[in-house]
């Protein structure tokens, strides 16, 4: 029997478009209502904790009403074949819903809440309402347990060693525009490793040096259609 591949998947905001969730980029959606420096820094935390608070309730109520797409469902199954780890830009936890089982997320989870003074003490929320005035065991009041603007990445240099092991890395609906993330793609072990990239978009490829397969399509559609691929040529 053939060893299984080792296949890591670099998703971002696109890969969860299709179950509804709007970017910051986008022209709808709540991101339109809030400037990023209100609600997404921790100077707008400290000046402005109710605001931030309230922001961050509003994407967690709207979030339970998101299902995962072909997209995250096609990803999930790829387990029965390949050995497979997600790393992924985006906060929501439609990959572990759709039955992924090793999941980075880089930039922090919505459904979660955690010290404002030990970032190691992590709390699930219940339902999506984070009250003002909840406090971790530690005392110190609770934030989103989310990386904000300005932050360091904590987990950047964990997922970072997942790719250097990667045998085949997976790109999907990410501008390869937000670092240190981006900078992920850089990682593989050596120039032989392929590059699949799934965006309808065009993100700046031109420092990828290994051999790179761009599929100009919505994560939903091409996800599924290239994880079909690569089963028949890997498995």
Not at 7 to 13: D, E, N, P, S
Not at 108 to 134: A, T, V
Not at 137 to 157: C, S, T, W
Request: charged share 25%; aromatic share 8%.
């Amino acid at each position: 029997m053939n060893k299984k591949k080792n296949i890591v998947v670099f998703t971002g905001a696109g890969v969860s478009a299709d179950s509804g969730i709007a970017t910051f980029r986008d022209a709808d959606g709540l991101w339109a209502n809030y400037r990023i420096e209100e609600v997404c820094t921790p100077e707008a935390l400290r000046n402005n904790r109710e605001k931030v608070v309230e922001f961050y309730n509003l994407r967690r109520k709207e979030s339970l009403t998101k299902k995962p797409n072909a997209g995250h469902i096609a990803i999930a199954e790829m387990e029965r074949w390949a050995d497979v780890c997600v790393i992924t830009q985006n906060v929501d936890n439609l990959h572990e819903q759709a039955g992924s089982t090793r999941v980075v997320h880089l930039h922090g989870e919505l459904m979660k809440l955690r010290s404002e003074k030990n970032p190691e003490l992590i709390y699930d929320i219940k339902g999506w309402e984070q009250s003002l005035d909840e406090r971790a065991e530690d005392g110190a009041l609770l934030r989103p347990h989310i990386v904000f603007f300005g932050e360091d990445v904590p987990m950047f240099e964990f997922a970072s060693s997942i790719v250097e092991q990667a045998d085949v890395l997976i790109v999907v609906g990410t501008s390869l525009a937000v670092y240190p993330a981006a900078s992920l793609v850089y990682y593989v072990r050596d120039k032989q490793v392929p590059i699949y990239l799934v965006d309808p978009g065009m993100p700046n490829t031109s420092m990828i040096q290994n051999p790179l397969t761009h599929i100009k399509e919505r994560g939903a559609v091409g996800v599924p259609l290239l994880l079909e691929k690569l089963r028949k040529e890997l498995s």
